[in-house]
């Protein structure tokens, strides 16, 4: 609260994995937006470390260090836009970022790379293939020409819940496990 809006938001682990060429330009061509970090920072390598730092200075960047994650759904709401800043790579297209879950749950314009993920939450996160997009993007979610749909967003976490993650993974292990390559009707069916 105590920093002025509007707002562009992230949650996580703050490491190598993010764009960071893609945040100095969009924090360098919005300097009257806060970007606010919230989670622990953990480079592997001295340049991450020193890349993270260096950014982290910028005057309309704020880094709120690890929040306990009862907390993070008042962070989310402080937001105005949710960023999802990961590299485009090969280790990142093979990763589900947990963040963009958190997000969904939100009624906040979720702004993301174009990692592989991004596009299973097509029309709910906006993908920006590179950083002019990004800061195209940016402008019109803050100017509420974009904005999430509360009835998409509950429909897909209806079937997100863990109890339906869960059983999509047993059914993967099901089939795997059967000689025909179908899935085993349960006990309960």
């Known amino acids: 609260a105590a920093i002025a809006g509007p707002r562009a938001g992230c949650v996580g682990i703050i490491n190598e994995t993010y764009d960071w060429t893609l945040l100095e330009g969009l924090a360098e061509a919005s300097p009257d937006v806060a970007f606010v970090f919230v989670g622990p920072q953990r480079a592997l390598t001295r340049s991450g470390r020193l890349t ?12 709120l260090g690890p929040q306990p994650h009862e907390a993070l759904p008042a962070y989310l709401a402080g937001f105005d836009v949710l960023l999802n800043p990961l590299a485009v790579n090969d280790h990142n297209d093979r990763r589900f970022p947990l963040r963009l879950c958190e997000y969904m749950a ?5 702004l993301s ?9 097509a029309g ?5 293939r590179d950083a002019e997009e990004a800061r195209t993007l940016l402008g019109r979610m803050l100017a509420g020409e974009m904005v999430a749909d509360r009835s998409t967003r509950d429909a897909w976490l209806a079937t997100n819940t863990w109890e339906a993650r869960a059983q999509q993974f047993l059914d993967v292990v099901e089939r795997a496990l059967s000689p025909t390559g179908h899935a085993v009707p349960s006990s309960s069916e």
């Open 52 to 63: 993270i730092e260096r950014f982290m200075r910028r005057p309309n960047v704020h880094w």
């Open 106 to 110: 939100t009624e906040r314009p979720v």
């Open 113 to 121: 790379t174009a990692i592989h993920e991004a596009s299973v939450f």
């Open 124 to 128: 709910e996160v906006c993908v920006a």
